[in-house]
T-cell receptor, first 120, second 115 residues
Framework: AQKITQTQPGMFVQEKEAVTLDCTYD???????LFWYKQPSSGEMIFLIY??????QNATEGRYSLNFQKARKSANLVISASQLGDSAMYFC?????????????????FGKGTHLIIQP | DSGVTQTPKHLITATGQRVTLRCSPR?????VYWYQQSLDQGLQFLIQ???????AKGNILERFSAQQFPDLHSELNLSSLELGDSALYFC??????????????FGNGTRLTVT
């Protein structure tokens, strides 16, 4: 079964600093995808970035990058030059091809999230 | 905008009642997933439908049921509601059945409050 662990329940960061949100995962599937979602206080779940298990390079999307260390089974999210609008819950999730690996068939398995607060 | 539409946005009802949550997936997406998010349980997978058929079940209570219609919209029915059912219910959609490199796209959720 798949498992996602986010060890930082909450983080306070000064505006304009870089932020690293930790995520470790566990799976027996060789093929899988890792995802980060942002949930602001308004509640919606916003897809941020994706990393595939066979991708050689770390994914980047604007100010977001994913520090993928396959051997360590970690997929940390890095937010550069943080902004007040980055304050939100952040969820790491994974998805695999095995219908029985968790997350509901081929759905997502989520971590418990990190509450990020950006301070001015 | 994710393209996934959920209605209603808010729902307040009393214990013992029954409610229906509705979801329209993104155009072309065949899979619909329902998740429940509560403070103590986090994001819990409830059920998945693919092209009208139930694909997988998670921690869904027997009081809850769902279906996906021929036009691919889905409904989640919650009955005999209890205070503990108060939560944010998300619908998400995905284009194909087993594609691990594509994200699920979430609707804005329905916030259910049971009083």
């Amino acid at each position: 079964a798949q498992k996602i662990t986010q060890t930082q329940p909450g983080m306070f960061v000064q505006e304009k600093e870089a932020v690293t949100l930790d995520c470790t995962y566990d799976t027996s599937d060789p093929s899988y995808g890792l995802f980060w979602y942002k949930q602001p206080s308004s509640g919606e779940m916003i897809f941020l970035i994706y990393q595939g298990s066979y991708d050689q390079q770390n994914a980047t999307e604007g100010r977001y990058s994913l520090n993928f260390q396959k051997a360590r089974k970690s997929a940390n999210l890095v937010i550069s030059a943080s902004q007040l609008g980055d304050s939100a819950m952040y969820f790491c999730a994974m998805r695999g091809p095995n219908p029985y690996s968790g997350g509901g068939a081929d759905g997502l398995t989520f971590g418990k999230g990190t509450h990020l607060i950006i301070q001015p | 905008d994710s393209g996934v539409t959920q209605t209603p946005k808010h729902l307040i009802t009393a214990t013992g009642q029954r409610v229906t949550l509705r979801c329209s997936p993104r155009s072309g997406d065949l899979s619909v997933y329902w998740y429940q998010q509560s403070l103590d349980q986090g994001l819990q997978f409830l059920i998945q439908y693919y092209n009208g058929e139930e694909r997988a079940k998670g921690n869904i209570l027997e009081r809850f049921s769902a279906q996906q219609f021929p036009d691919l919209h889905s409904e989640l029915n919650l009955s005999s509601l209890e205070l503990g059912d108060s939560a944010l219910y998300f619908c998400a959609s995905s284009p194909t059945q087993v594609v691990y490199n594509s994200p699920l796209h979430f609707g804005n959720g329905t916030r259910l409050t049971v009083t």
